[in-house]
C-alpha cells in the first residue's frame, strides 16, 4: 500500500471513531453525560475526555512531538489511577470543556497525521500509533454503547432493523479435524501487542457449534432448571449465581404470563428465539455448556475455527478470508443495535462452515488471560501485560457494538468472568474421539 493510500485509510478509520463518539455523546443531555449510570460505568463526559487525552499523549505528544494541550489532566483521565466507581467525585471537564478538548487534540492530530513519514519507527510503522488511538476510541466507544444499556429513560439511540436469516439450514456442528495452526499475527500491522507473535499451536479434533447459542436455546436451559441445579456449575460459579442472585440473563425479565421479555436501549421487547443470548457471565455460558452434555471452547480453538482453512492449511485474517468485512459478513459497527438472527450472515461463515464469528456477540471461551510464547509488551504495559495472569476470561469475536478496526481473528478481548454488561454471549464445543 502506498503512503497516501495508509494515511487515507488512518484518516477513515479515526474519523469514523470521532463521529461514533460524538454521537454516543450528543444524544443525551449533560445532566445524563456527568451521571454515572452503573458503579460499572464511567460517566460518558470521563471517556470522551479520556478519548481525547490518549489521543495527545501518544500522537500529539509522542509521534508529533507538540507541547501538551492540557497537561494538568493526565492523571485525572490516566484509567489505572482511579476506579470508575470513583470518577464522579473527580474535578472533570464539564461537557462543553471536554468537547473543546478532544476537538482541540484532534486538529493536532490532523496535522501529525500529515507529516507522519509513516515509516521508520515501530510505533510509526504503518501508522500503527494512529490505528491503536482509532482502536482505542472504538473501544471506548463499545463500552459508552454498554453504559446507553445501563442507562434507564427513553430511548435514545436508533438503528436499522437487523436483516433476516438468509442460510435457514445452519448445522448444529462443525467438527474441526486434528492438526497445527498458526495461531497470533506478526505481519498483521495494526494488531495490538496480546495478538504476537504468531506461533503454530497443535490443537486434537473437536466439535464447535455452527452458530452462536440462541435465546431460545437458553430458553430451554432455563426451563430445565439450570439457575438452580449447583451440579451444572462450577463451585466458584454457584457461589457468585446465589450471591448475585441470577435467574436469566441480564436485562431479561419474566411477565405474570410466564413470558419472557428484554430490555434493549429503553425498549422493551419479548425476547427473540432465533437470536444469539447476550448478556451473560462466563459463570452462566460455563453452566448452560455443562448443562448441553458440552463445555466453552479454548481459544486456540476459537480461532482455529475462525482462521484455519483446511483447503490451504493457512490461516487467514477473517472466516470468509483477508478482506475487510463488509454489511453481508457480519453485524459489526453499531449498524444494529442487537445480534441478527443465526444465518443472517452466510457470507461470513469460515471455510469449515462455521457461523458469525465475527460480530453479533463477543464469545466467552474456556481460556484464562495468558502472553502467547515470546510476548512484548508494545507501546505501553498497561494495554495488556498487567492484566496478564489476572482473573480474566478470554472473549473473542466482537459484538454487533465493535468497530471492523478492533475486531478481527487474531484479536483477543478479556473480561472478570463475573461480568454481563458487555455484549458477551458463547458458543458451546466437545470433544470428538479420533
Keep these: 500500500m502506498s503512503t497516501d493510500a495508509l494515511r487515507d485509510d488512518l484518516a477513515t478509520v479515526l474519523a469514523r471513531a470521532r463521529e461514533r463518539s460524538l454521537a454516543l455523546t450528543e444524544c443525551v443531555d449533560e ?22 487525552n490518549q489521543e495527545e499523549l501518544w500522537l500529539v505528544r509522542d509521534v508529533g512531538g507538540r507541547e501538551p494541550v492540557r ?69 471506548h466507544d463499545e463500552t459508552m454503547l454498554a453504559t446507553h444499556q445501563l442507562r434507564s429513560g427513553a430511548p435514545v439511540l436508533a438503528a436499522e432493523p437487523v436483516p433476516p436469516a438468509i442460510d435457514t439450514a445452519v448445522p448444529d456442528e462443525v467438527v474441526v479435524p486434528a492438526g497445527a495452526f498458526t495461531m497470533g499475527t506478526s505481519t498483521d500491522p495494526w494488531a495490538l501487542d496480546n495478538e504476537r ?14 452458530a452462536p447459542v440462541t435465546n431460545g436455546q437458553y430458553l430451554q436451559f432455563i426451563g430445565d432448571g439450570g439457575y438452580r441445579r449447583p451440579e451444572l456449575w462450577s463451585e466458584r460459579g454457584w457461589r457468585h449465581r446465589q450471591s448475585a442472585a441470577l435467574v436469566a440473563p441480564q436485562f431479561w425479565e419474566r411477565d405474570t404470563s410466564g413470558d419472557w421479555w428484554r430490555r434493549a436501549f429503553g425498549v422493551r421487547a419479548p425476547v427473540a428465539p432465533d437470536r444469539p443470548v447476550v448478556h451473560v457471565s462466563y459463570f452462566e455460558a460455563d453452566a448452560y455448556a455443562r448443562w448441553a452434555g458440552k463445555r466453552l471452547p479454548t481459544e486456540a480453538e476459537w480461532e482455529k475455527a475462525a482462521r484455519w482453512d483446511p483447503r490451504t492449511g493457512t490461516s487467514h485474517r477473517f472466516p470468509w478470508g483477508d478482506e475487510e468485512p463488509t454489511d453481508e459478513h457480519a453485524n459489526l459497527g453499531q449498524r444494529h443495535l442487537e445480534p441478527a438472527p443465526v444465518g443472517a450472515y452466510p457470507a461470513g461463515r469460515s471455510p469449515l ?11 466467552w471461551t474456556s481460556s484464562d488471560f495468558l502472553p502467547y510464547p515470546g510476548f512484548s509488551a508494545f507501546p505501553y504495559r498497561e494495554y495488556s501485560e498487567v492484566f496478564l495472569g489476572g482473573d480474566y476470561k478470554v472473549l473473542r469475536g466482537g459484538s454487533f457494538g465493535t468497530d471492523p478496526v478492533a475486531c478481527r481473528g487474531t484479536f483477543r478481548n478479556w473480561d472478570h468472568p463475573v461480568r454481563r454488561q458487555i455484549f458477551a454471549g458463547f458458543r458451546c464445543a466437545r470433544d470428538v474421539s479420533e
Design 353 to 363: 462452515g462455521v457461523h458469525q464469528l465475527i460480530g453479533d456477540v463477543w464469545e
Design 197 to 210: 507473535p504468531a506461533h503454530r499451536v497443535e490443537v486434537p479434533t473437536f466439535a464447535l457449534d455452527a
Design 71 to 139: 497537561r494538568d489532566i493526565d492523571e485525572l483521565y490516566d484509567a489505572f489511577k482511579h476506579a470508575r466507581a470513583d470518577r464522579p467525585a473527580l474535578p472533570l471537564l464539564d461537557p462543553a470543556q471536554a468537547r473543546g478538548y478532544v476537538a482541540q487534540v484532534r486538529e493536532k492530530a490532523w496535522d501529525v497525521l500529515d507529516r507522519s513519514p509513516l515509516r521508520g519507527r515501530p510505533l510509526e510503522h504503518d501508522g500503527f500509533a494512529f490505528a491503536m488511538i482509532a482502536q482505542h476510541e472504538q473501544q
Design 31 to 52: 445532566g445524563e453525560l456527568i451521571a454515572q449510570h452503573s458503579p460499572l460505568m464511567s460517566p460518558l463526559v470521563w471517556d470522551l475526555a479520556h478519548i481525547g
